[in-house]
């Protein structure tokens, strides 16, 4: 959420890792800051300017953000091929978001950048709680909502950090997730919550209740852990929590997401043989067994689904086999009950085309010899 820390919890990383000689390869993907207090290796404003593209595209700060995230995620194959070109001198990426989570997470650009990093390297994401704020019942719940939500969109391993501990310990927030009764003791307490405040919905205690037995669950996949980016404080317990994470990823998100892709590539390669198919029935070509494919095909086959092919459609050869046709070298609706009149005229025009055909073809044959 605004305000918890996020970036000088970057700030603290990677003086952390710098520190164990381990320096981190940095990204900011923040378009609108103005200064960042750590070095960035990538930053998303050498390739974007934020106010021009609030200017140009008539926005506000957040459409400006999306926008500008957008237009970065277009060369995201250029960021994988710089970081894989790295990766065997670094041990960690670390990337710091915008400072609107929706502007992100909810946004297309950002399922992209998540997705391809996902797609070459273990990703973590740590979400960043300003503990002194999250005291109150409400807004604990409320960012164990957005962490939720979060992790359900991303589909990525997730740590829960609570930041600022120098200002308030995290112990109370640890307990209440692992202890649903004591967060029920702590809701029940609360005056406000249970309609007794002054500014007080008596409806919210209930919701609260149910919320934290929902989240009960989902505690359960997450790691948590209580850090200071002002002093530098849990910071090794963090890092042992990316570990964790990380061997989490290869073990159950790596072969979900593998699972994910190849079912992408079979629907793929089902679209491509479907697509083959149809382009050799349109030319003519015969497939792998042999058969012929039909030489034309009406509209109405394009709309038909394969397993219905042929459903609506006469073959020609229900029609064709008793019909008696004067004229060998055509296909007409002249037969032997037809008035003998109408048949001769016809044979009278063919044959006056043929004439004036034959005589043109002389006519250019004596042009040629000339």
Known sequence: ???????????????????????????????????????????????????????????????????????????????????????????????????????????????????????????????????????????????????????????????????????????????????????????????????????SSGYMGSLMNSLSLMLEEFYRHLDVVGVSAYTGQGFDEFLAAVDNKVEEFNRDYKAERDEILKKREEEAAKKKTKDLTRLMKDIGIKDQGGEEQVDSISDTEDVLDEEDEGAGLVERDEFEGGREYDLPDRKGEINSSTDKGIQDRYKEALKATDDEREAVLKHYMEQINR
């Open 1 to 199: 959420m605004a305000g918890s820390g996020k970036t000088t919890f970057m700030q603290r990383l990677n003086s952390q890792l710098h520190s164990k000689k381990r320096p981190p390869y940095v990204i900011n993907l923040d378009p609108a800051v103005n200064k960042v207090p750590f070095g960035t290796n990538i930053d998303i404003r050498d390739s974007v300017n934020y106010k021009k593209v609030m200017k140009d595209y008539n926005l506000g700060p957040n459409g400006a953000i999306m926008t500008s995230l957008n237009l970065f995620s277009t060369k995201i194959d250029q960021v994988l091929g710089i970081i894989e070109k790295r990766a065997p001198q670094v041990d960690h990426v670390i990337i710091d978001t915008p400072g609107q989570i929706e502007c992100f997470i909810w946004s297309a650009s950002g399922a992209i950048i998540t997705d391809a990093l996902a797609s070459s390297f273990p990703t973590v994401i740590a979400y960043i709680v300003d503990t002194p704020r999250t005291a109150s019942p409400a807004t604990f719940m409320s960012n164990m909502l957005y962490a939720c939500s979060i992790l359900y969109k991303t589909k990525l391993p997730m740590i829960i950090v609570f930041n600022k501990t120098d200002v308030k310990d995290a112990g109370f927030a640890k307990e209440w997730m692992s202890d649903f009764e004591k967060f029920q003791q702590v809701l029940r307490d609360d005056e406000e919550l249970n309609g007794e405040g002054e500014n």
